[in-house]
């Protein structure tokens, strides 16, 4: 799975988000006589958990590890989803893009403009599944792991990587080094977070203002754990002595201390191929389901925590994971009833054998993954584009519907071309934002005007080379359709494809064009206007102009959702006038889903089908099946 996280310009976690589609089958969940029906979280009620009911779900990566933010942790779907069943957060995100803050866990609050300040507060009661409190230590160490400020200063990290796995190897036992989520937002704080004098809360001043709040705190590894692990320090019952170690380590930047910390949180819940259950502290969580069992290929089994009072009670009592790393064997096993629940990879053949079964019902959903072409207009190959007239020819004779249908068409036939640079699909500002594009209409090429575009800026047959990933087929497959529809036009388009393609991304003299998917799930929408401001990191065209960069600081100090989408309208508006590129069509989801389950939703936001198997439900009419 190839994509980039559209504000933090590197590959973010890899999730499959679901189209649902229901069969005919017996679910495997037995369901205590008399239970009561709910509506999900989402509708009414919370889901009131059905004693002894077992829900079979197919997984397309072994899990392996149990502390979502590192690096590896962050590229495999399963392990960020069974992350957001066994922790807890501030938070998730809804299906419309939008934070849904869970006070039950804690707040957040902006305490201070000038210098930017923000207090994140964790709620009176909350614990880990030990009995230990979630407290300051625990802040403390999340806001270490992914602000990098307390990296050893000259340290080349990039010298311990190895190129084959992109995995750290054995960095010198001195280095202190958090394998966090380095673009997170954090590295703008400024100092070391100060404890509230309830012990639960830090504050954290920064340079700038900074996006994403709610999320950027996020307390996977408990820090009395994280302690013992790495310091031998045997916590008592409230984790306090354990946890001071830490505390003073981080405010104090004792490397001492914080080396050994760096490496255990790296590394301690890890889970190697063919491992056996890690051992129950490093299972300690604080979300409504814990790791019960792990099997040799990955697979994995969740039990819902009895001693579990937070927001997210869950409906059905154990979750069985099984790994079917083939997009075709899971939709086999989903038919001959051996899962309950499969979110397959969309693609024409998958969609092909579904559509082959009369028993199958497909709806077609969508993820927060979006194609799009943009046009280098510094530093590429050939400079034809530094020219907008240039531009708006090469634009002018993109065939976007064709592109969406060989892309996403074949999978769900109803798809149809996103005509926004900066709304998801189901965002409530997207109809302003196609508005403003004015690329609603443009769907099929228009060579007449191209040709006219090239006559007044004077060129014939500019060369355009286009970066793309060769091993996915319908982006080869859009290639070839921009390759043949700008040729009619004048334009000499040539193949920069690289199965290293990322890494090439915003060098100069590397392409003059690229076609990739932006991942946006995970990310508040001020964030989607990152790639159009200036040295952004995530800007990968070169594309610098004064106007849209107070357009997006102004979006980035709205004052509500209201006045945000407003802003992110005109700023969609300005970028198509100054053709930076275009936008194709967000991703197709598939989701397969048994009879006797409710509330199995395709959520673009969240990571896979399984990450909100907090709001299923089983229903009356199941029964067991063995």
């Not at 799975?1 to 005919?24: F, I």
């Not at 409504?288 to 001693?307: F, K, V």
């Not at 290293?500 to 915003?506: F, T």
């Not at 932006?518 to 401001?533: I, K, M, V």
Request: glycine content about 8%; aromatic content about 6%.
């Amino acid at each position: 799975m190839e994509r980039l996280d559209v504000a933090r310009g590197r590959p973010p976690d890899s999730e499959l988000q679901p189209l649902v589609v229901t069969r005919r089958i017996r679910l495997a969940v037995a369901v205590a006589v008399g239970a009561a029906l709910v509506l999900s979280a989402c509708t009414g009620p919370q889901p009131k958990l059905v004693d002894g009911s077992v829900v079979r779900v197919a997984v397309d990566q072994p899990l392996d590890a149990l502390n979502p933010r590192t690096s590896a942790a962050r590229a495999n779907s399963v392990d960020g989803a069974v992350a957001q069943l066994t922790q807890s957060g501030f938070g998730w995100w809804g299906d419309d893009g939008e934070w849904v803050a869970d006070p039950a866990f804690g707040s957040v609050d902006v305490v201070a403009q000038q210098p930017f300040t923000v207090r994140w507060r964790v709620a009176s009661g909350v614990t880990w599944s030990d009995g230990v409190p979630v407290d300051a230590a625990d802040l403390l160490l999340a806001w270490a792991a992914d602000s990098g400020r307390l990296t050893t200063p000259g340290l080349a990290v990039d010298d311990y990587v190895d190129p084959d796995t992109g995995l750290l190897t054995a960095l010198p036992d001195s280095a202190v080094y958090f394998d966090g989520a380095r673009t997170s937002g954090l590295e703008h704080s400024v100092g070391s977070p100060t404890v509230g004098d309830d012990g639960r809360s830090i504050t954290v001043v920064f340079d700038r203002r900074v996006g994403n709040l709610p999320a950027l705190i996020a307390p996977s590894v408990p820090a009395h754990i994280a302690a013992e692990v790495a310091l031998d320090a045997r916590h008592q019952r409230d984790g306090a002595t354990a946890k001071k170690l830490v505390s003073d380590a981080v405010r104090r930047d004792q490397a001492a201390t914080l080396a050994p910390l760096a490496r255990t949180w790296n590394s301690a819940w890890a889970i190697a191929p063919g491992a056996e259950l890690p051992d129950a502290r490093l299972r300690v969580g604080s979300g409504p389901y814990e790791l019960a069992a792990l099997g040799a290929d990955g697979s994995a089994t969740l039990r819902a925590r009895a001693d579990y009072r937070g927001t997210r009670q869950p409906g059905v009592d154990e979750l069985k994971l099984r790994v079917l790393t083939d997009p075709l064997s899971a939709v086999k096993a989903f038919r001959d009833g051996e899962v309950d629940v499969a979110a397959p990879e969309p693609s024409a053949d998958v969609a092909t054998l579904l559509r082959s079964d009369r028993d199958l019902d497909p709806r077609y959903g969508v993820r927060a993954r979006v194609e799009h072409l943009e046009l280098k207009q510094t530093g590429s190959k050939s400079g034809v584009f530094a020219d907008v007239r240039v531009r708006r020819a090469f634009l002018a004779t993109i065939p976007r519907a064709a592109i969406v249908e060989a892309m996403a068409g074949r999978v769900d036939p109803a798809a149809t071309p996103l005509s926004s640079f900066v709304f998801r699909p189901g965002s409530p500002g997207l109809a302003a934002g196609e508005k403003a594009t004015r690329l609603a209409a443009r769907t099929k090429p228009d060579l007449a005007s191209a040709r006219r575009l090239l006559a007044q800026a004077d060129v014939d047959a500019p060369a355009v080379c286009i970066l793309f990933d060769p091993d996915r087929a319908p982006r080869r497959a859009a290639f070839e359709l921009i390759r043949d529809s700008a040729a009619k036009a004048g334009f000499d388009v040539q193949d920069c494809s690289s199965t290293d393609w990322m890494s090439q991304l915003g060098t100069d003299g590397a392409y003059d064009a690229a076609l990739f998917a932006w991942d946006t799930a995970d990310l508040p929408p001020e964030d989607l206007a990152q790639p159009f401001r200036t040295a952004s990191v995530s800007n990968f065209t070169g594309y610098s102009d004064a106007e849209t960069d107070r357009l997006i600081g102004r979006i980035d100090t709205a004052a509500d959702a209201r006045d945000r989408d407003r802003l992110l309208a005109q700023l969609d508006g300005r970028i198509a006038a100054d053709a930076w590129g275009a936008p194709f069509a967000a991703a197709p989801t598939l989701t397969l889903v048994g009879d006797g389950l409710g509330d199995v939703r395709a959520s673009p936001m969240a990571g896979g089908v399984l990450a909100t198997a907090w709001t299923w439900r089983p229903t009356a009419s199941s029964s067991s099946s063995g």
